[in-house]
Nanobody
Framework: QVQLVESGGGLVQAGGSLRLSCAAS????????MGWFRQAPGKERMFVAAISSSGVSTYYADSVKGRFTISRDNGKSTLYLQMNSLKPEDTATYYCVVLKGWPREADLTAWGQGTQVTVSS
């Protein structure tokens, strides 16, 4: 099983940027398709972005397309999410996940603790 630790969240003004990181340990990171999900208070977890095991293919939710970029460094076993032009509606706890189905099906047995992103207007 892969262990996941997210970092990089914080408080930012609307229009600003943040870069989230997810450090993976355990089983071979490079074997897995990976993704980011987010959960706002009182709402269900929602898909944000996905990246294939090699990093060649990516997929985004319509709400973040053109603003967010998912990437990975298999040599460092790390997943990233670059978030630009942030909006108050992006406020949520962000989780990196192993995908068991491309592009939106998360492996529910492997979630990190999440990192909080708050965007002020």
């Amino acid at each position: 099983q892969v262990q996941l630790v997210e970092s990089g969240g914080g408080l930012v003004q609307a229009g600003g940027s943040l870069r989230l990181s997810c450090a993976a340990s355990g089983r071979t990171f490079s074997r897995y398709n990976m993704g980011w999900f987010r959960q706002a208070p009182g709402k269900e977890r929602m898909f944000v972005a996905a990246i294939s095991s090699s990093g060649v293919s990516t997929y985004y939710a319509d709400s973040v397309k053109g603003r967010f970029t998912i990437s990975r460094d298999n040599g460092k076993s790390t997943l990233y999410l670059q978030m630009n032009s942030l909006k108050p509606e992006d406020t949520a706890t962000y989780y990196c996940v192993v995908l068991k189905g491309w592009p939106r099906e998360a492996d529910l047995t492997a979630w990190g603790q999440g990192t909080q992103v708050t965007v002020s207007s």
